[in-house]
């Protein structure tokens, strides 16, 4: 008999896991707390490394499909100080590692294919080591059992209980996004000081950066350290002299002005002309992050190892998605549990070494001394 799987969220993790398994005529569920694929933004562009998260696209024999969305001219990455001075201007060259831009959104659509995902059934809870397998607890009171649940279902996953008690934890360090749209033709000056792809500049403790997204759409992060109640209690330091109502855009425009005073004015204007604003503290995962390993359930991507967002989380995310679903459908009867224990320990140990790695990223990007963020980037880029 064909193993009962289900998958709860519809990210990369679990979209690659289902999609991997559905080539490989496996029948997979996935479960997703969103009513609808639009239901909400799903955040910026992802550069999709060869090793990773390529590789998982040719497992799910979607990297031609790939490959005719993405925007190599994306992996451009600029680096100005605060007086907006260019000190680095990298362009992608031939025979540079391969790490071309899609939007999340142009990659959902891809993946999600011919998947069938049963839209608004959050999973409140799951509890393992029933007689029929594991029994999944629905926000709408039903419930269903599964031979394997994977929880791929994001930073505050509602399956990770299931395994360990870790939960995410504050870095330190806030992001403010906002977005300009249509920057070529009504921010040209803009436009130009962003590039093909990316830019950044770094200050004391902070920093912004733009990401070029498809279709003229740019994003713009406003990073910065900072208690976790900023907002509401202002330390002197950070510009604001009153509470910030993060439902007013135009109070947060305020405040993030007046944390980056003195700045260029073209790196302002890209807060002046920036719409709606988003309020997103950076938390993650103790790294490693382990857990006994329980029949029936696993986790993959932010669910197992939530890590900063510096290009590795969601490569790693879904190249363990592909590498779960073809060590299920290989798994001969009987040994489904077997093969998902073999998958946790390899990707513990990898996913472990990354989250060290980009902890140290950040704390070096979001530094007291800018410099160490000018260093890091001349260690990553190509020569």
């Known amino acids: 008999m064909r193993q009962r799987i289900a998958v709860a969220g519809a990210g990369p993790a679990g979209l690659t896991f289902a999609r991997v398994l559905h080539r490989h005529g496996h029948p997979v569920t996935v479960l997703e707390r969103d009513p609808a694929p639009d239901a909400r933004p799903l955040g910026g562009t992802l550069d999709l490394h060869v090793r990773m998260g390529q590789r998982a696209l040719d497992k799910a024999g979607l990297l031609p499909e790939f490959e005719a969305l993405a925007r190599p001219e994306g992996e451009a990455m600029r680096i100005l100080d605060v007086h907006g001075s260019v000190l680095r201007d990298w362009q992608p060259r031939p025979g540079d590692p391969a790490h071309p831009e899609i939007d999340r959104g142009q990659l959902r659509d891809l ?6 995902v049963q839209w608004g059934r959050g999973v409140t809870e799951v509890v393992p080591g029933g007689a029929d397998g594991a029994l999944v607890r629905f926000a709408d009171g039903r419930q269903e059992t599964f031979d394997l649940v994977v929880g791929a279902d994001g ?12 939960t995410p934890y504050y870095t330190g360090v806030t992001y403010v996004e906002t977005s300009l749209d249509d920057i070529d033709h009504r921010h040209p000056d803009l436009a130009r000081l962003v590039g093909d792809g990316s830019m950044a500049a770094y200050g004391a403790n902070r920093a912004l950066v733009a990401q070029r997204n498809s279709g003229g759409h740019v994003k713009v992060y406003a990073q910065f350290r900072a ?3 900023w907002h509401e209690n202002p330390p002197p330091h950070l510009g604001p002299a009153t509470a910030v109502d993060l439902d007013d855009a135009e109070a947060v425009r305020s405040a993030m002005l007046a944390l980056f005073d003195g700045w260029a004015e073209p790196l302002l204007d890209l ?4 719409t709606a604003f988003f309020h997103r503290p950076l938390h993650v995962l103790p790294a490693p992050h382990t857990w006994p390993h329980v029949p029936g359930v696993t986790l993959l991507g932010d669910a197992a190892h939530l ?3 510096l290009g590795v989380g969601a490569n790693l995310a879904m190249l363990e998605g592909a590498e779960l679903a073809e060590a299920v459908a290989a798994a001969a009867p009987g040994a489904l549990d077997e093969a998902v224990r073999a998958f946790e320990e390899q990707m513990q140990a990898r996913a472990g070494k990354w989250a060290e790695m980009t902890m140290a990223g950040l704390d070096r990007l979001v530094s007291p001394d800018p410099a160490d963020a000018l260093a890091l980037f001349d260690e990553l880029q190509p020569s």
């Open 271 to 274: 807060l002046r002309h920036g």
């Open 155 to 166: 930073s505050w996953s509602r399956v990770r209980p299931a395994l360990s008690p870790a």
């Open 307 to 309: 890590m900063p967002p």
């Open 227 to 229: 208690p976790l109640d």
């Open 111 to 116: 993946l999600l294919g011919p998947l069938d």
